[in-house]
């Protein structure tokens, strides 16, 4: 049987070659077309020397594809997108532009009105341990930001099962890869190394993706104070999250990790851990692992998660998500496990 | 006149040989003597290779001096200091072993009984930004722990003044020399590079030491959360505070940071800045920087602190100690500005 | 068809877990049993985190194997292996103790001498781009140290088709891997970090496979100055290898490379490369880059290589051998595609 | 009596940032103007929070100096220090603009046509260990570039006691600061980290310097070939030199490095070690550690050398060249031992 072809927009960053190099060994589908802006018309191993066995020219325009993955920035890949959607390809968008359902986010967060505002409901939250079902029938699925990806993880259990209160804070450290291929001071290597900093303290982005998830979750508003900091490694994203355990939900300290392996029981990319995790566990992988653990002096939860922010918290959730649309089995593709040391 | 001895207890760790690298150019104090246990009988330069300027043999036995630090670990270094203080030399221990009040903490955190409580009354806890007075009059005095520097030079303003509710989390993340020149798995350079991980979850050494210097500073207790992670870097600590801010007490956000900058005023090492700071903006340099700020969606004080683990953390902030105990000026030895990039 | 089962003797160190890694996920085998010394008992996950997926415990005795990887280090894997090899089961040695033809070195180089001097001969050196036929007959298989896997690689082509003066120095920069994960203070993080040096000035351990196997290629004796370096990253060998051309070889600087890409065609894990190629691009796989470039302006060649020295240098250069050894497709669990960024 | 005052034009790199940095803790003179081209008008901590305690505004012209340093990249800096040198202000230039005595070097290795040839015989260069005496009375003083400070104390004594054929390899390792602050892929940190390649193989623009100055020591030529090498730290170089020993020069081992200390013997940042050096060793400071060693199975010499490049290869240096110049103790301001880890 003929594989289906699958394309990318925009294979040019981080997240577009990640993508690329996962895509080529995938069993069941064939990369048969990739684009970029600045560099159309030169081969693909002449941008990126570490895919030399992928013999393709980056083209300009897309060719005719089964299903295309968008890694396009914030704004252009609504753009790129929606004429495609009306052919009727399916779309996985790895930017922002479809993961908000509420439009009127899209001017305050990211600048822009949003072109397309009635497929904002159509499109579904690439999750796959909240939205599988969803994700299975989509025509578009707008894949999760990296830190929500870890931070939804790590919460997920305890806001819906409704054991702490939905006062949280989320405090994550990001490898520098997360912001992306484009040339910056504060990623120039001499500033970026030997440095630990926070960012984005008046509200990262990806907080509203944050909230909007958690809150579908439960019936309840929640209060997330979001701060990212960038460590000196390329990969990986810990996130440390804190929240009060509502008096009388949980009795012992092992009832906690309890709850986190009874809800994601039979999950093949989460895996809850009884020690604290560390990034390089997971590098490469699309693994996330979550480690909840209990304050006993002061009744406080606290879970940890860590996730390679470009597998499981870009490149890596898409293919699951392809995977999942397409009927294939879930790990199909991402089966390599992590690189380590 | 005559230069003042000092002399090193165990200077072959990274917080003893720091002390070293910047008492041999003090212009006030003489580097008389230094021991080490098993490095005894070598030359520093042999052990030390970056001090060879330091022409001096590492004893067994501290010779006469007027001034001593202490750089052993715990549980040895009371051991090694209570001989001295009978002697009626003063001492400047870098170890935990006069930083808390209470006895009967030690045998809890620190699985020891401890051989002098009543020293422990004696002992000033040498953060001079809380301290100075009783510093200067002191004859012990316990520096604090790198953690404790950052967190309370953070947190000190907003508890004094009362405008917190004492319901905090501290997340700090520390480069790797904080955790010593003793070899460790978690430490090696293969497992340590490129990887982020959370440590202590069930509660950190330095946990007590905040609490006790947040409560004297108020009459109120406080509930801390404190999380230390490992970061790829060899200095540094940034530690990021949560708390609520109570209502009524900051009406614009711009007051947080003038309340900072009034509590700090003149203080020659702690800088209230603006934008978030970075660990590298105090790398090799006695500063501490601290950057308050208000999550105004939640009402939620946040402030980030950086400090250099081994200087503003250790062998500095005990140097400015020993300027104040000694009546120089409290700045002398420590001029040199951060190392960058 | 049953898979063949394979076995790791010592599967603790860095060379052998990643083995491990890359078995667990071949195609055509069965890592069926593991060794270690002292994690014999415990289970695979709890010492190595990253392996999770892999369920299996850690023995102190291997079980039955059609094929084993001996991961133990020098003198002690020819005492693992001499049983085996008499009862038959075929052995590739990822040690150094079958890769010296002459057991005379053994004494000078590895301090032992060597107990089972006749297998010597029949042990097979494992570099298939040199020794393809003869591996694929071999009962005994010596996988190269990781420098010279770099350093032949770069060197054979000139050496054997005779166009350099076989006065050759070999400069290697190799991460910190290569050093093992037994603990040691050079490569401890805080020392290794912001830190590059040479080291084993006197003469490296790699220095006689060098030798021995560009003479092998040729009839005249080769002059080879070996100097390693430790420069901080977890993975990678580039190694600059520095020889005169004879006069009359190389007409134009593009003929080297003609050359070489001659010698290498076919070759599925050789790329020569007409650009400077970087460590990093071959992160993670069996890969390894060749450069080879005229200074034209003292004719003298000077050849790049780049491997991943966990990967070529070691386990995936092994399960390249098994391969061959097996009759599978060469490129069989070695496809992925290396890590980047 | 009044301090002198001195001058940074350009003070916007590292280079720059480094000497304001130093001069500003300088006991004999007064850093009195900075300049910057797009920073101009901005006050030096909004650029450099580093520097925070130097209240210095960037101007746009330089004020009134006694000596002007000139951090501007070449072509720009002979521009902007011809006026000046006219004017009779005395210039220290780490431009590459006035290190070749042959302008016609200019336009192959700078591509521009030199506008003042007849400066280039004026001006000396300013290796105090080669220059100390024409530094001291020069006018105009070009700081060599940073790999030729470390190859050159590395091969000096070599190569003026006639030792070694000049056929010399130098094989260079530097860290990511050496680059700049100006943007670019290869310096992107998620590029640079985990990474290591050489550059500039057709021939880097320090190769002249090395050739020119090595040349002026005896009355032969000689042919180098020059290989730099990009690693992830931020600071340092470590050059390993490699050329063949005149049969009958050295008899022992141990001349060799009696030679070098006889060499070196008095200067102040010059260190022979008798240890391979590690670029740590030196971090932060204007020492050049140097280690020669004789490979007796070849009768090959090499020769180790290790500095900080923004130090003894840029400001520090150029600090130590004003101190000839000005008649000060050579040491003074320069002081700072390594910092480490």
Redesign the interface.
């Known amino acids: 049987m003929a594989k289906l072809k699958v394309g990318i927009i925009n294979v040019t960053g ?1 997240a577009g ?1 990640e993508l690329a ?1 996962l895509l ?2 995938h069993p069941k589908v064939s990369l048969s077309s990739i684009t970029g802006r600045s560099a159309a018309g030169q081969k693909l191993v002449n941008v ?7 013999d393709m020219t980056i083209a300009a325009e897309l060719g005719e594809v089964d299903l295309a993955f968008s890694a396009m920035p914030h704004k252009s890949s609504a753009e790129a997108i929606m004429p495609l959607v009306e052919r009727g390809v399916r779309i996985i968008d790895m930017s922002a532009d479809f993961r908000l359902k509420d439009g009127s986010e899209y001017p305050k967060w990211y600048d822009f009105t949003h072109p397309a505002p009635n497929l904002l409901r159509k499109a579904v939250y690439g999750l796959p341990e909240i939205h599988r079902d969803e994700i299975a029938k989509a025509g578009l699925v707008a894949i999760p930001g990296c830190y929500p990806t870890g931070a939804l993880l790590a919460l997920a259990p305890a806001v819906e099962e409704g054991i702490i209160h939905t ?1 949280i ?1 989320v ?1 994550s ?1 990001s ?3 997360g ?1 992306g ?1 484009t ?3 504060s ?13 984005s ?3 990262h982005r990806h907080l509203p993706e944050i909230v909007q998830e958690l809150e579908a979750l439960t019936n309840v508003s929640v ?3 979001f ?1 990212p ?1 960038l ?6 994203i ?1 996130s ?1 999250c ?1 929240a009060s355990l509502k008096q009388g939900t949980i009795g012992k300290k092992d009832e906690v990790i309890e709850l986190y392996r009874h809800y994601y029981k039979g999950e093949p990319f989460v ?1 809850v ?1 009884d ?11 699309n693994f996330c ?1 979550v480690y909840p ?1 209990v ?1 006993t ?2 009744n ?1 939860l ?1 879970v ?1 998660s860590c996730i390679d922010n470009l597998v499981k918290g870009a490149a890596g959730q898409a293919i699951q998500d392809m995977n999942i649309m397409l009927g294939f089995t879930e790990t199909e593709g991402l ?7």
Chains 1, 2, 3, 4 share one sequence.
């Open positions: 981080y070659v190099r080529y060994r990126f020397p570490h895919l030399a066995e992928i006062d804070i405090d450290k490898g520098v890869s912001a291929r040339l910056s001071l990623t120039h290597y001499s500033e970026a190394v030997d440095n630990v900093c926070a960012y303290v008046n509200g209060s997330v104070t701060l900091h460590v000196p490694m390329s990969r990986g810990l440390s804190y895996r851990v020690k604290p995790p560390e990034t390089k566990q997971v590098w490469g992988s692992l653990v304050d002096r002061h406080r606290i940890i089966e390599a496990l992590p690189l380590y040391p």
